[in-house]
């Protein structure tokens, strides 16, 4: 267990509609990774957070948007919901926002139809 | 930018014999470097890392990488494959400073172990 929060663990839901992706970090980490795994783009960084402030933007959609709350937990939002938006979607933390030690969570599986 | 290349999508190999999986990186300079193995339905474990110090790092489960500057290379091995190995494999790379260290990943490997 990496000690990395992610729920739901899976999810379908139809096109046009919104989810919300939730993420709780390790115990004292402060940064958080949202990561797309797709089939046809492999693993894609979306989103990086650190301690409620948004840090870096990957190719992250304007239909996507992320927050991180007081309480250091983390929400990625998608709405208009496409069929190609089916992808397992990961949550990473680390404590200063660095990968020299940071934990993946399970990941919630997302299908659009 | 950086990005990583793994040679091979799939690679085959025998109970008991070596694995080999390759992985080139593309940097302005040495980034951090490391390994991550994904099982079916599963979420990414990191295997090993290399930030500094010795080339050759040891990681779990009998896997080591070594760290070559010049060829710009961290090829993942293990001596002898056991059943347990098959999993997809992934290289990747993050830089050493700056305020966006995200990982930037390789497209992975599928390792199959022959019974």
């Known amino acids: 267990d990496s000690g990395v929060t992610q729920t739901p663990k899976h999810l379908i839901t139809a096109t046009g509609q919104r989810v919300t992706l939730r993420c709780s970090p390790r115990?004292?980490?402060?940064?958080v990774y949202w990561y797309q795994q797709s089939l046809d783009q492999g693993l894609q960084f979306l989103i990086q957070?650190?301690?409620?402030?948004?840090?870096a933007k990957g190719n992250i959609l304007e239909r996507f948007s992320a927050q991180q709350f007081p309480d250091l937990h983390s929400e990625l939002n998608l709405s208009s919901l496409e069929l190609g938006d089916s992808a397992l979607y990961f949550c990473?933390?680390?404590?200063?926002?660095?990968?020299?030690?940071?934990?993946f969570g399970q990941g919630t599986r997302l299908t659009v139809v | 930018a950086q990005s990583v290349t793994q040679l091979g999508s799939h690679v085959s190999v025998s109970e008991g014999a070596l694995v080999l999986l390759r992985c080139n990186y593309s940097s302005s300079v040495p980034p951090y470097l490391f390994w991550y193995v994904q099982y079916p339905n599963q979420g990414l474990q990191l295997l090993l890392k290399y930030t500094t110090g010795a080339t050759l790092v040891k990681g779990i489960n009998g896997f080591e990488a070594e760290f070559k500057k010049s060829e710009t290379s961290f090829h993942l091995t293990k001596p002898s494959a056991h059943m347990s190995d098959a999993a997809e494999y992934f290289c990747?790379?993050?830089?050493?400073?700056?305020?966006?260290?995200?990982?930037?990943f390789g497209s992975g490997t599928q390792l199959t172990v022959l019974p």
């Open positions: 957070y650190y301690n409620g402030e948004e840090r």
């Open positions: 115990s004292g980490d402060l940064s």
């Open positions: 990747a790379v993050s830089p050493r400073s700056g305020s966006a260290r995200q990982l930037t």
């Open positions: 990473a933390s680390s404590v200063d926002g660095g990968f020299d030690e940071a934990f």
